[in-house]
């Protein structure tokens, strides 16, 4: 296995073995390294820690952020309080000597880089290089750029756009990477990578440029979208890249940079079946594939889950089709497995929040991104009938950060705490403060059952219940993103609601999901965990061997390689 190692050394180290640039505005790779909000970053994660376990020749290009997103605090009424996270590159990263420069807001700004490796699983490695404006020779303005992740005005995003495409393309050009002929751009925000690759191949290169570019879109909400007024955009771009958007656009058009995405690239995916069918209609373009979300197995498999698969289900970090063995894992171990991960999550609670729950009674776990239209609250809709069904029978943790500037998500949070405040003694609820890497596995590896109650069809995916299921925890919830693909009801899990294809945003009757959350946790899932154990941990094991088996990276991994970036792995 040495002499394989040492093999698998030099292939990362060559770079003309490089084939694929995989650029995100946002990545995450360690849980005290902020350089991720939420979804969007873990995905990123977790698809470049898949590769590297696989050998795609891929590299990854994003943005250094002085003071990553915020720390989140919350109040005892739940009013959410942000912190600027001050941390020190040097502790996590390699400081490069290259550099290059950009024209901004005609002044020029010197980009310099960062190196991360990802090691997989055979140790071959995966680079990540982070782009920082922060250097001396940088007027103070522009060191500023990068303070934060998805901060500051239109402005800032729209520099901070031009420093990951624009800037992203030119490093790797520094660095050494001739031979990167795809270029998978991780939502919108690097549109204008094609911008820098035109000015490459010369005026009239779309077609080539396009044969290049690859996109996967992760939003089904229009305000998800970047959008630039183009006067705008002429005062800040370079003039070179101009009249390049204009052919794009056709004209001076608003510069929205999902528009530029699809109209260079010649791959386009949802991250759900689903998904993918609503952004065809969004965006009137019936060539949107689907390429659907995963998680990386092992990261997000708690200790006792792994032993217990590294012992019975050997490789199956590599291949998860080992999964679907998992029916042959006696009952007993499986279940001491769920409780070890239980209280660990359960000794976090009382730590971080005081709230001192039971090992023994249902837990229900709800922790993603506060926003209104994920509806966080919409359990406590009939506190009468919650009261009723879950007196000393079920416990709640939640967690999720608000965007600062979300005023209705933080609604949604101080919500949360008032419905806390009226179970109290009566259904025990904690809210974990400062939702990231550490607490995600935690929680979706230490709750009995997944809640997930988004509005239709604005979930695009959702990869928390992903991560729960490699645990053996059953999901429930609202037919939407992933979960149409992965519900088998009563085997996997369950859903909330109507089936996917009744109603829209327009007429959507939320009352049906309240009725039915509450119909299905009193009648069935309550009965189940009290009553039956030994279908319960059967239903564990149907989640794993069917959930865990499709939803995970090393699948979706495969197959953009053999779809979009037309290369194949080196170990299978």
């Known amino acids: 296995m040495r002499q394989s190692s040492e ?193 490459e191949s010369g005026y009239g290169s779309f077609e080539k440029v396009k044969n290049s570019c690859v996109f996967t879109t992760h939003t089904p909400v229009p305000a998800g979208h970047d959008v630039f007024d183009f006067e705008m955009v002429k005062k800040v771009m370079n003039p070179v890249y101009i009249e390049y958007l204009r052919e794009i656009l056709d004209g001076e058009n608003p510069v929205n940079l999902t528009t530029i995405s699809l109209k260079l690239s010649r791959f386009v995916n949802g991250v759900s079946e689903k998904h993918a069918e609503v952004s065809r209609n969004m965006f009137k373009n019936p060539q949107i594939q689907a390429v659907t979300n995963g998680i990386h197995s092992r990261t997000w498999t708690a200790e ?63 922790a993603r991104r506060a926003a209104a239209y994920k509806r966080a609250d919409l359990i406590f809709s009939d506190m009468e009938r919650l009261l009723d069904l879950g007196t000393e029978r079920i416990q709640i943790v939640f967690a999720g950060k608000a965007h600062p500037a979300d005023k209705e998500g933080k609604a949604v949070i101080q919500k949360v705490f008032e419905g806390k405040k009226s179970l109290q003694g009566k259904i025990e609820v904690a809210y974990l403060e400062n939702y990231g890497m550490r607490l995600g596995a935690a929680v979706t590896s230490g709750v009995d059952i997944w809640l997930n109650n988004p509005q239709r069809p604005r979930e695009a995916s959702g990869t928390s219940g992903m991560k729960s299921a490699h645990n053996g925890v059953p999901n429930f919830s609202v037919l939407d993103g992933w979960w149409i693909e992965g519900c088998v009801e009563g085997v996997t899990g369950w859903a909330i609601g109507p089936q996917p294809t009744e109603g829209n945003l327009v007429d959507y009757d939320e009352s049906k999901d309240t009725d ?32 865990a088996t499709f939803f995970n990276t090393h699948r979706m991994v495969k197959e953009y390689a053999l779809r979009a970036y037309r290369v194949s792995p080196l170990f299978q």
Not at 310 to 336: A, C, R, Y
Request: net charge negative; proline share 3%; glycine share 8%.
């Open 7 to 199: 093999i698998f050394q030099r292939l990362s180290n060559d770079k003309s073995k490089r084939e694929i640039a995989y650029f995100t505005m946002e990545v995450a790779l360690e849980d005290d390294l902020p350089s991720y909000s939420g979804g969007l970053g873990v995905l990123a994660g977790d698809t470049l820690r898949s590769a590297a376990d696989l050998g795609i020749p891929v590299v990854g290009v994003t943005l250094l952020q002085q003071y990553g997103y915020f720390y989140q605090g919350l109040d005892e009424d739940g009013k959410q309080l942000e912190t600027e996270v001050r941390w020190d590159p040097n502790l996590k990263l390699k400081q490069l000597p290259n550099y290059i420069e950009l024209r901004i807001a005609n002044r020029r700004v010197r980009v310099s880089a960062w190196e991360y490796d990802v090691v997989g699983k055979y140790g071959y490695v995966v680079p990540v290089y982070f782009l920082d404006v922060n250097v001396e020779e940088n007027d103070p303005k522009d060191r500023d750029i990068n303070k934060q992740l998805y901060g500051g005005d239109l402005y800032v995003r729209l520099c901070q756009e031009i420093i990951l495409g624009m800037g992203g393309v030119r490093m790797l050009r520094d660095l050494g990477y001739r031979d990167i002929n795809c270029y998978h751009l991780n939502e919108g925000h690097a549109s204008l990578l094609a911008l820098e690759l035109i000015r």
């Open 304 to 366: 006792g889950f792994q032993k217990l698969y590294d012992q019975h289900l050997p490789g199956w970090d590599i291949d998860p089709n080992h999964f679907s063995k998992v029916m042959l894992i006696p009952d007993d171990e499986i279940w001491t497995a769920h409780l070890k991960a239980k209280g660990n999550l359960l000794r976090i609670v009382e730590d971080e929040t005081g709230v001192k729950m039971d090992l023994n009674r249902l837990t229900v776990g709800f």
């Open 516 to 547: 039915s959350l509450y119909d299905k946790l009193e009648n069935i899932i309550i009965p189940l965990y009290y009553e039956d154990r030994e279908k319960w941990i059967m239903m564990m094991k149907s989640t794993i061997a069917l959930n």
